[in-house]
């Protein structure tokens, strides 16, 4: 699927507003504190990647829900800022949209509150009236922070129409059903491959295992990614293990978003997995090193310079 113009990315998934508030340590049970600074910062694993692809050199579509409140049109302008064409996600009423309260103390340690708002609200129907955007894309790209019966209808309609899918299964489901490994790649960290597997993922060996689990179970292609030891890849009954970059860890909050986003416009472009996942790797330490979800996302040009190192 190698292609001269930008690759098609379209995400089908999740939008949030994250407030984030700075403080020296968590308030008690009762107690009221001072914080230090609070910020506005869009989030959701969807709108992160699709914010990740668009700046690693794609066009990308954003299907999804916001709701009615303050936090929509904001939003929606966060995302158009990086060119994403918004016309597929639905504004729902009654609803807010989805919202993560972020604490984050001196030290580093952080105290998530999701609403899952607008994003619960995400069905097949929606799906289906963005047929053209699912079955026009290089790469369609999914996470799992709405509906599963709205992923598998996203699956489903871009298999019919031969557009690879690549899933980042998370947060992982109480109750797993691997028709969602019906896709081209599954690219979980090892907590949730662990939770996939159900077996531990704490070695190299163990990552190796889970990847061609998944492969068995239906997945294509499998991608472990294991944070500071690299990432392991199955593909063509073959493993290729990738040495995590050297960076000093700022947060990690959306580094497994970045990744996602940026492997599948390699993949798009160049139809090499191995490439897509050296280009995705860097893509995920500019993220990490940096503070933030969406602003931590590093360009084009930025990616390729840390791809010399």
């Not at 030891?229 to 009954?237: E, F, K, N, P």
Request: net charge negative.
């Amino acid at each position: 699927m190698s292609t001269q113009r930008p690759p098609k990315i379209t995400v089908v998934g999740s939008i949030n507003m994250d407030l984030v508030v700075r403080c020296d340590r968590f308030a008690r049970p009762g107690e009221t504190i001072t914080a230090n600074s609070s910020s506005e910062i869009g989030g959701g694993k969807g709108a992160n990647q699709a914010v990740a692809a668009a700046l690693a050199g794609s066009n990308v579509r954003m299907i999804g829900r916001v709701g009615d409140d303050a936090f929509a049109n904001t939003l929606l302008q966060k995302l158009r800022s990086h060119d994403i064409d918004c016309n597929g996600i639905a504004k729902t009423t009654d609803c807010p949209s989805g919202l993560a309260i972020v604490t984050v103390e001196a030290s580093g340690q952080n105290a998530i509150m999701l609403v899952q708002g607008a994003n619960g609200r995400v069905t097949p129907e929606d799906v289906d009236a963005n047929r053209d955007a699912i079955e026009t894309a290089d790469v369609v790209l999914l996470q799992l922070e709405i509906p599963l019966d709205a992923v598998l209808a996203t699956i489903k309609i871009a298999k019919q129409a031969g557009v690879r899918v690549v899933l980042d299964p998370a947060p992982v489901p109480p109750v797993w059903s691997d028709e969602l490994l019906c896709v081209d790649l599954v690219c979980p960290n090892e907590t949730e491959a662990a939770a996939i597997t159900g077996r531990p993922v704490e070695t190299i060996a163990d990552a190796k295992e889970a990847a061609r689990e998944l492969h068995r179970r239906g997945s294509k292609n499998a991608v472990i990614t294991l944070g500071d030891r690299g990432s392991v890849l199955y593909t063509d009954d073959t493993f290729h293990q990738f040495a995590a970059d050297k960076i000093t860890v700022v947060d990690t909050t959306a580094a497994g978003d970045a990744f996602a986003g940026a492997l599948s416009v390699r993949w798009a472009e160049t139809d090499d997995l191995v490439e897509a996942m050296r280009f995705a790797s860097a893509a995920g330490a500019i993220a990490a090193s940096r503070d933030g979800a969406q602003p931590s996302m590093g360009t084009r040009p930025m990616i390729e310079e840390r791809l010399k190192f």
